[in-house]
């Protein structure tokens, strides 16, 4: 194996340096005087003297650019340092600092900008919300530049800030690599400029708004999207306390004993039963990759499946999960507690998709391997990989023996408006028609495996959440977890 020319002479990586990345750039300020000494000269040529007007102009432009750099800071005297989160949820905006120290006092304008991840807002060097020069030494602050512009300011003093808001816009691990300075002062004639290299790892998360909404709630009630989702009043096996017996309770529980202390009527209150097992399937092949509503189908679906979890282990029941494609991608065992949840969310929160067909036999056949308790099966898919797939009503009718189970996919909006359309023409009605196909397709599906005793939910997306969670309440109510 040869190396290249670069990797074996160092020199051609100091030039590199030197002329690419740490060269010196002319002002605003120097093209002026260069445009305006070049109409000097043409105008000394047309008068005799243009040799002497070239050779003093251009001399006396010489020194004034040597005593500028002179003045400049050198810049190994520069230290600069990032403040970044560790950890952010997507489509949250949130701040980024960027610490400019010295190690004598300085007084330079100065220009920043920050290598973005590719799918961060701003990475096309555009500062989102704001960006400003936070001064040591001095209380005013320069206006903030605009979103197509190099954030620039006024340094004076040994320490300064620089900061701006970003956000990203999909989930996942991402690196912030170099920060590129320029600086200038004195005459004004030319900027020094330096790539620092500062990589440092931002993991972004699935927006857990949901999930937050849920543990914060109160323990009567749930609150997803800002929905309060009430609780029914259940019964089960598992005994809870004694209160006192109120018009429309069931005599076969009433507590004679517990009514006999106390000279009044009393009766068990129970609950279902804890511990149960929560098993969330997440499809990660290419029609999970769709984007809906400005979002693909698989963040929809991880967002609505992350709040289901934390609704389960809230229950006291515990959570397991399985991603595949084409095979099993991630797998975390049940366990229960909020301190699960945290790695549940760690475990997915950088999951892409496939540009493959899911095949649901391999990751059911894992689950049976490996999962050997009752546990209730949500799986989030799409419609359109459960209509063409033959493999999977077979494993669902061998493990729907044992194990309740619930298919859930997201409505397709575009197809629930040309079915309602009015068609104009034949290309219309044309359309409309295939639609209207599709989505008798859809509804025929759900039919049969209603009938086979597995339910199939295909909802709109911001509806999703509920109806899981919903759905998982309904079976918790009525004991059949």
Not at 285 to 313: F, H, N, Y
């Amino acid at each position: 194996m040869t190396k290249s020319s670069k990797t074996r002479w160092p020199l051609f990586r100091y030039l590199g340096k030197r002329l690419f990345q740490d060269f010196i750039v002319p002002t605003q300020r120097l093209i002026i005087l260069v445009s305006i000494g070049s109409l000097a000269i043409i105008l000394g040529y047309i008068l005799d003297i243009g040799l002497y007007v070239f050779w003093a102009y251009n001399c006396l432009l010489l020194l004034f650019s040597i005593v500028d750099l002179w003045l400049l800071p050198r810049r190994s005297e520069w230290s600069i340092e990032r403040l970044l989160p560790e950890r952010v949820d997507v489509r949250q905006q949130f701040e980024v600092q960027i610490l400019l120290t010295t190690r004598q006092p300085q007084f330079v304008r100065i220009e920043l900008m920050d290598d973005l991840p590719r799918s961060f807002a701003g990475s096309d060097r555009s500062y989102s919300v704001k960006s400003e020069l936070a001064l040591s030494d001095s209380s005013s602050l320069p206006s903030p530049p605009t979103s197509t512009s190099t954030p620039t300011g006024t340094f004076q003093g040994t320490n300064g800030t620089f900061s701006y808001v970003t956000r990203a816009e999909e989930r996942g691990l991402y690196t912030f690599k170099q920060v590129f300075f320029r600086y200038y002062g004195g005459l004004g004639l030319w900027k020094k400029q330096l790539r620092i290299e500062l990589p440092q790892e931002i993991r972004v998360f699935p927006d857990l708004s949901a999930v937050r909404g849920v543990l914060g709630s109160l323990q009567n009630a749930l609150i997803l999207d800002g929905n309060r989702v009430h609780r029914k009043i259940r019964s089960g096996s598992d005994f809870h306390y004694v209160r006192d017996y109120t018009e429309g309770d069931e005599p076969r529980y009433i507590n004679w004993k517990a009514s006999a202390r106390t000279a009044k009527l009393m009766t068990n209150e129970y609950r279902p039963e804890k511990g149960k097992i929560v098993t969330l399937l997440l499809d990660c092949g290419r029609m999970m990759g769709i984007e809906l509503d400005e979002q693909v189908k698989l963040d929809r679906c991880l967002e609505s499946a992350l709040a289901l979890a934390s609704v389960a282990l809230k229950q006291g029941d515990q959570v397991c999960l399985l991603a595949f494609s084409n095979r099993v991608k991630v797998y975390v065992p049940p366990g229960r507690g909020i301190a699960h949840l945290h790695t549940l969310t760690e475990a997915v929160y950088d999951l892409k998709f496939d540009f493959v067909e899911p095949i649901y036999s391999v990751a059911l056949a894992y689950l049976q391997r490996y999962l050997k308790k009752r546990s209730f099966i949500v799986l989030f898919s799409d419609m359109e990989s459960y209509l063409y797939d033959k493999g999977l009503l077979p494993y669902m009718q061998r493990l729907r023996r044992g194990n309740p189970a619930l298919l859930l996919s997201l409505g397709d909006p575009l197809l629930y408006d040309w079915v309602r359309i009015q068609a104009k023409d034949s290309h219309h009605a044309y359309i409309q028609s295939i639609a209207h196909q599709f989505t008798l397709d859809r509804l025929r599906y759900i039919h049969i495996m209603a009938g086979r005793g597995i339910p199939v939910l295909d909802v709109p997306a911001d509806q999703l959440t509920l109806s899981v969670v919903n759905a998982y309440l309904d079976l918790k109510a009525r004991d059949a977890l």
